[in-house]
């Protein structure tokens, strides 16, 4: 694609429409699509932090268990 340069006041103006009616288009395309896919692999990733911290507390709490039952006997 040759490089044209406007040549008129006018030109240029529907030459910077151009460009900005490009970039609404790539910002909302960028909302649409991959703003929601961020937020479903934010989603999967809190659920598996979750069951990390039940089976740190678990293993704790049986770790702690023992502890006083060897202390108790």
Do not use: C, F
């Amino acid at each position: 694609m040759p490089n044209m340069n406007p040549k008129t006041t006018r030109e240029h103006l529907v030459s910077l429409y151009g460009h900005v009616t490009g970039l609404k288009k790539d910002i909302a395309s960028i909302k649409k699509n991959d703003l929601k896919h961020i937020h479903k692999d934010v989603e999967k990733l809190g659920g598996k932090i979750d069951q990390i911290y039940w089976v740190l507390l678990a293993t704790v709490g049986t770790v702690a268990m023992s502890l006083i039952n060897a202390y108790l006997m």
